[in-house]
T-cell receptor
Framework: NAGVTQTPKFQVLKTGQSMTLQCAQDMNHEYMSWYRQDPGMGLRLIHYSVGAGITDQGEVPNGYNVSRSTTEDFPLRLLSAAPSQTSVYFC????????????FGPGTRLLVL | DAKTTQPTSMDCAEGRAANLPCNHSTISGNEYVYWYRQIHSQGPQYIIHGLKNNETNEMASLIITEDRKSSTLILPHATLRDTAVYYCIVPRTSYGKLTFGQGTILTVHP
């Protein structure tokens, strides 16, 4: 199994540009989520999904959209990038609820100028 | 998530055991203790979890006190590659509330 994969690894955007961060998992996990991590900080939850077609907001959802059309994929869209969205983004998946182990991807490093 | 308290940083000599403590005095009877670590610039990595009994896997051992108010993660023979931030987490609320605090920065020295 490849586990959780994320693309791209690095991205530089200009303010106002849009982009999609890709996340895929091959473990048939129902639960997937997106976190961001700013320098020296812990991870903060952006959006999460408990199954295909079902998404919900996390702690810091503003400026981001998600959709979950398949079990495998959970893309994160930045509609109009802002410098405050400069961060490292991690995708995670798990087979069950909050007491199940989460598996994280390698991260996408995003710089917004 | 239930509040956890960990030391900010710890040092360990290579080849020695690293013992990382965590206090979780408000833990409830059916809540698990999870340990993750994050090596620099990488995604968090699951290490181990337990409910009330001590647990061991290929990475580490987890010792939970009888009253469950604290636990210790043990890396039996620390290597330089174990240098990372270690997070003790007690997931409590609905999915999506996995809270990573500041964790313990473990530095393994040659």
């Amino acid at each position: 199994n490849a586990g959780v994969t994320q693309t791209p690894k690095f991205q530089v955007l200009k303010t106002g540009q849009s982009m999609t961060l890709q996340c895929a998992q091959d473990m048939n996990h129902e639960y997937m989520s997106w976190y961001r991590q700013d320098p020296g900080m812990g991870l903060r939850l952006i959006h999460y999904s408990v199954g295909a077609g079902i998404t919900d907001q996390g702690e810091v959802p503003n400026g981001y959209n998600v959709s979950r059309s398949t079990t495998e994929d959970f893309p994160l869209r930045l509609l109009s990038a802002a410098p405050s969205q400069t961060s490292v983004y991690f995708c995670a998946s798990s087979s069950g609820g909050y007491q199940e182990t989460q598996y994280f991807g390698p991260g996408t490093r995003l710089l917004v100028l | 998530d239930a509040k956890t308290t960990q030391p900010t940083s710890m040092d360990c000599a290579e080849g020695r055991a690293a013992n990382l403590p965590c206090n979780h005095s408000t833990i409830s009877g059916n809540e698990y203790v999870y340990w993750y670590r994050q090596i620099h610039s990488q995604g968090p990595q699951y290490i181990i979890h337990g409910l009330k009994n001590n647990e061991t896997n290929e990475m580490a051992s987890l010792i939970i006190t009888e009253d469950r108010k604290s636990s210790t993660l043990i890396l039996p023979h620390a290597t330089l590659r174990d240098t990372a931030v270690y997070y003790c987490i007690v997931p409590r609320t609905s999915y999506g509330k996995l809270t990573f605090g500041q964790g313990t920065i473990l530095t393994v020295h040659p």
